[in-house]
């Protein structure tokens, strides 16, 4: 465990470097907070991926490009003199102490959902902040997020009337309707009530779509695979064809047949 004195150093020399490439660096120099933080979001993306991947490597990696770009956009704070990086520490450390009652001060919970539950009604009653059960929700959120983080503030408020088993009935009733005929209000309930059981169970639903998006890709990239080895072209198939392969890629290595 690395000791006090060498995080102190290498955030410290982190921070000279930053503020080097905002001398020195045309491009850096040309930044602000609206161009930057484009970035910001993509990599905050990649580090997503990397804990997904369970990637150790990949994820120091990327833990050191979002902490650059923590670095670099306080450092624009700092130039217009509304803060520096010591203010965002510190506001950052007393602002997890003001929400962690249970553990700094006497509050008691007994579960994760109600420390979800306070941590939601002490923000609210924050100085300076929106008011409003859905206050400062940003519209901008992935669209399974942004369900998720709408039915957490609802809950927060007292409104969340449904148990797991319910949602789960409520999410299979809306794909019924769905059957009856797609339209943009069935297909957004239905992703949203499909939402709602994810967060009742404590599953991301961010993680688990995307997660479901890598293992199709990877079931396609196979079947294109086995096509390719038996000499076909995946784009001059069938659709018989391409379809009796990918059953054949969601088999494990040890069940596939050698001949497609």
């Keep these: 465990m690395p000791d006090r004195d060498e995080i102190t150093e290498a955030l410290g020399r982190l921070d000279d470097l930053t503020r080097r490439l905002r001398r020195e660096c045309p491009w850096d120099r040309e930044q602000d907070e609206r161009s930057i933080v484009p970035h910001t979001v993509e990599e905050a993306y ?18 050191g490009d979002v902490l650059f770009q923590v670095h670099f956009l306080s450092l624009l704070l700092e130039e217009r003199g509304a803060g520096d990086l010591a203010q965002v520490a510190e506001h950052c450390r007393q602002k997890l102490i003001r929400r962690h009652p ?11 959902a109600e420390v979800l539950a306070n941590w939601d009604r002490i923000k609210e009653g924050e100085a300076g902040r929106e008011r409003g059960v859905f206050a400062e929700v940003p519209e901008n959120l992935p669209g399974p997020l942004l369900a998720r983080k709408v039915q957490r503030r609802a809950a927060s408020s007292g409104f969340d009337p449904l148990d797991a088993g319910e949602a789960l ?12 005929g797609p339209t943009e209000d069935t297909v957004g309930d239905a992703l949203f009530a499909l939402v709602n059981v994810a967060r009742k169970h404590r599953i991301d639903p961010e993680l688990a779509v995307r997660a479901s998006a890598a293992r199709f890709r990877g079931r396609v990239e196979a079947a294109v ?4 080895a038996a000499g076909a072209s ?12 990918y059953a054949q890629s969601r088999l494990t290595p040890q069940e596939t047949p050698q001949d497609p």
């Design 234 to 245: 995946w784009s001059d198939l069938t659709d018989d064809q391409r379809l009796a392969l």
């Design 46 to 63: 990649e580090l997503a991926d990397a804990a997904g991947r369970g990637d150790d490597a990949k994820l120091l990696d990327e833990l």
């Design 102 to 112: 249970h553990v700094f001060g006497t509050a008691e919970v007994d579960n994760a």
């Design 225 to 228: 695979a086995l096509a390719e």
């Design 169 to 180: 009935d409520a999410a299979r009733a809306t794909l019924e309707q769905v059957g009856a």
